[in-house]
């Protein structure tokens, strides 16, 4: 089998390179895996908190800062050039997640099939994350791509996380939830219940019980892509102080995870920043957040891609 040197493949850009200090040698390469092994490695490490994997949250933007049309209707903003790059960080993480909004708006695949062929006959193949959707009451359809790619054999197996329970007290409603999650599995979902924020389970899932959840199932690194609301809702959890979060979610105690400081939910930010402007009517990110309730980034390099504008930054 001929070694990655003596094999002509392409390899993650310089941005992604500089942002997880990541290397390239003789015989390993960050973005495939050998066939034979487990594809679950990851070449990120893990985050330093054993109750979290390690984020990062990245998102295309237009220049007045929207990442949706009217309505969440989707945009391409992407250009084909920042899309490969978009690509390319996939295959750096175990899982990728995004929001039942944009799961029905978009209709995703959440793979890596935009970077170059590997050449025939090569033993390895590209990393593939696992699809993840925030859906806290089970509206993803079992016919969207995600579940169709796994039940033909071209995708991993979806996971859907959930409330923990119907919140109706109907049972109509109660008997309609049991049905959704039960097609759910048929189509080949797997289902993760977690807390919900907000008397009764009616509020949004919370995004520490999220990431405690998925390390707890094996995830180590996950890469974050929207849409508005578990952008904003990252963001917002980014900086409350670790001693709120823990009492809250019942984390225990803080002997290790450094006591009064604040905790990271976001590790790293990845923003396409496209030359189009959107206007008022499309849907942005930032309402609500307030900057000095977000957390502190340092720069770690701005690239071009085509028309795009690509910039990492690692939570400090």
Known sequence: MPTIAETTLSSPPQILRDLYGLSMSSETHPSIYYRDRDESTSP?????????????????????????GVGGKQLILSGKESMIMTHWMRTLH?????????????????????????????????RQPRPIILDTHLRLPPSGKLMRNFR??????????????????????????????????????????????????????????????????????????????VIRSFLEAARRPLREQMQEHEWGSSEGTGGGEEAKVIDALVVTVAPTIVGEAGVGYGSGLLADKLPTFEHVRTETFGADAVTALRVT
């Open 94 to 126: 175990h899982a990728i997640l995004v929001g039942i909004g944009t799961a029905l708006n978009d209709d995703p695949q959440l793979n890596t099939r935009h970077l170059p062929p590997l050449p025939e006959g090569y033993a390895h193949s590209y």
């Open 152 to 229: 033909a054999g071209r995708g991993r197996r979806p996971w859907v996380v959930c409330g923990p329970r119907c919140a109706s007290r109907n049972l109509a409603d109660v008997e309609a939830w049991n049905e959704r999650e039960a097609i759910l599995r048929a189509g080949g979902a797997r289902i993760v219940r977690v807390r919900t924020e907000g008397a009764g389970g009616t509020g949004l899932i919370s995004v520490p019980d999220v990431l405690t959840a998925l390390r707890g199932l094996g995830v180590r690194s996950l890469m974050v892509e929207g849409g508005a609301r």
């Open 44 to 68: 990120l490490a893990a985050s330093q908190s054993p109750l979290r994997p390690f984020v990062t949250l990245t998102f295309a933007q237009s220049l007045d800062a929207k990442i949706a």
